[in-house]
């Protein structure tokens, strides 16, 4: 049975930081792209942030380039999103992804090339 399972949301100050987590199973984790989308109340959901299944590959909204980090451990089968400088629009439903891709390259911003999807986890930046 696959699972995605998110952590690490919660209420934060603007300019303050969150670690997501996304913990994977059920599935060959270690060739799968990895990526992060949100859902802010009344908008549709958006591309975050992905890493490829090698981890050689990154790929970043233009939103939060440069505040925010992905990362994978494949001996854990997780992937993290590091935000930083947070901001009020930041605010969403955070969504973990999992896309099975064939090359160890490949990156995908389109929520329709994904596979598997996490819950997701509140995301809640004040001003």
Known sequence: QVQLVESGGGLVQAGGSLRLSCEASGFTF???LMGWFRQ??????????????????????????????????????TVSL??????PEDTAV????????FRGTDIF???????????GTLVTVSS
């Open 30 to 32: 270690s060739r799968s």
């Open 40 to 77: 802010a109340p009344g908008k549709e959901r958006e591309f975050v942030a992905a890493i490829s299944w090698s981890g050689g590959r990154t790929s970043f909204a233009d939103s939060v380039e440069g505040r925010f980090t992905i990362s994978r451990d494949s001996a854990k089968s």
């Open 82 to 87: 590091q935000m930083n400088t947070l901001k």
């Open 94 to 101: 955070y969504y973990c992804a999992a896309g099975l891709t």
């Open 109 to 119: 911003t389109g929520a329709l090339q994904y596979d598997f999807w996490g819950q």
